[in-house]
C-alpha cells in the first residue's frame, strides 16, 4: 500500500467515524477514537454488506458510505455492550 492510499484509508476512516459519532448521540470517541471506529466499521461493512447482498459501488464517496454503515453498526454494538 502506498503513502497517498495509506492516507485516503485513514481519511475516509475518519470521515466515517465522525459521521457516525454524530449520528450515534454518545458514541463519539475524539478524533483518534473516530479514526479507529472508521476504519474498523470499513471492514465490518466490507465483511458483512457482501454477505447480505448490498453492493454500494467503487470511489471515494462509495467508500465513505460503506465506512459509515460499518462504524454505525460498531457504535451500535458497542453502547449495547456497555449497557449491559
Do not use: C, T
Amino acid at each position: 500500500m502506498g503513502a497517498e492510499s495509506l492516507l485516503v484509508f485513514l481519511i475516509v476512516g475518519l470521515v466515517a467515524g465522525w459521521l457516525a459519532g454524530q449520528v450515534v448521540r454518545g458514541g463519539g470517541f475524539g478524533l483518534l477514537g473516530n479514526l479507529v471506529v472508521g476504519v474498523i466499521g470499513a471492514f465490518l461493512a466490507g465483511w458483512l454488506l457482501p454477505r447480505l447482498g448490498f453492493a454500494i459501488g467503487g470511489g471515494v464517496i462509495a467508500a465513505i458510505v460503506n465506512a459509515f454503515i460499518g462504524a454505525v453498526i460498531l457504535l451500535v454494538i458497542l453502547r449495547l455492550v456497555k449497557r449491559a
